[in-house]
Each structure stands twice: as structure tokens, then as C-alpha cells.
């Protein structure tokens, strides 16, 4: 699906605050990779001293804080680029929902909004909320792609959703659903959060007109959707 965007728009001061809060978590981040950094090279240096404290169990911890801080720096230098420029981008088309593991306890899986050739981390926002594949404007700081603001487009959502083509996850979707799937043994078999594959769901009933699951099969039977592989 084409999106539209615009640029050059001037940030609201709304925007310009939520920005400034992002820039000190980014200088927080930093601050904290540098520290990291810091133990790192002290074990490396000052192995044999520190040895006898068992830091060696701690160094794997070290490394892993400091592989997930590592783009902190380029994020503070990219917000900060934007708010001196005070300029915000806004894009609006069809989007989709994209789930990804971290690692653990460190990174629990997060949630993406891909819109267009873009993706937007949630940041603020509940990304939950809005329907799977249907169409959204949403302002962004250009150079960090900071999600400032994000409005689901109702009227344009309506054609979209009777118009977007059905994509091979909402086929899989179709099949569990029809093969009587919970939405967690779904989000297991798909590797999706339940809550994304309820987000999911509500698409699908959009689409087909519908408003619970055994409705949704016998549509997609009708439609021969559950048919093709």
C-alpha cells in the first residue's frame, strides 16, 4: 500500500517536550555505556586483582548492557539533530504490527510499527489499541524517527480495509482460527505476543465484516481464502 508523506512541518510543543525526554534517556543510556565500557576495560587491565572478587561472573552481564546500550550515542546525536532543526515529518498509509524477541529479561519482546519502508518503535504509544493493516498518519522526528504523534484515519481505514490484498500472516491467522487455535497456542505458533495476535484478530473481523471468530471462518470459507496455501 503507497503512503503519503509530508515534510518541513514545524514540531508542536508537545513534541519539542516528549523529544527533550527522549534526548535525556538517550544521554542516560550513553552515560551508563560509558560506565559499562569503563568495568569492561578495568577487568581487562586489572584482571589478576579483580579475579579474586569473581568479576569474571559479572563480565558476561557487562558485555551483554553494553551491546544493548551501543546505539544510545548515534540516538542522542539523531534527537538532538531534530530538535535543533525543529522540522517533523508525517506519514500516513497502512501499517502493520511487527513483534520482536530480546533477549530475556534484558530486552523483553518489543513492538514495531512498519509503515511504509519505515518502523517506529512504540515509545509512548499503545500500539495495541489501533487495527492491524488499516491506515494512520503519524508525525515523526525525521532523523531519529522518534513516533511523536500517531491518529488512526477511519474513513480511509474503511476502504483500506476492503481493499489491501490478504497477506500470508493474515492467511496463517485464518487457518489457525479455523483449526480452533487459542491466541496463545496462535502467538506460539506464529512467535507473536498474545496481545498482538488479538490486535490481529480485530483486522481480520474488520475485513471480513465480522465481529468473533466462527463468524470469521465461515466468511474465509466463502470466500475461498482458507483454501489457498
Known sequence: MNTAV????ILSAGER????????LALAKTIALLALIGGVLAYRYW???LLQGQLVLVLPLLLAWSWLLRRAPSQFKQIWTDLQRNKVSELRGAYDLLSHRGIGLLAPMQTQLRLGHYRFDAGKHDLQVLLAGVAVTVRYAPLSLTLL???QDDTISAELASSTPWSPRERQMLTLLAAGF????IARELQLSPATVRTYNLALFRK???????AA???AQA??????N
Open 17 to 24: 517536550r516528549y523529544l527533550r525526554e527522549r534526548l535525556a
Open 182 to 185: 487459542s491466541d496463545k497456542l
Open 217 to 219: 471462518v465461515q466468511n
Open 208 to 214: 471480513l465484516g465480522v465481529t468473533d471468530r466462527k
Open 6 to 9: 509530508s515534510d518541513g512541518l
Open 47 to 49: 584482571s589478576p586483582w
Open 149 to 151: 504523534t500517531l491518529m
Open 223 to 228: 470466500r475461498g481464502l482458507l483454501n489457498v
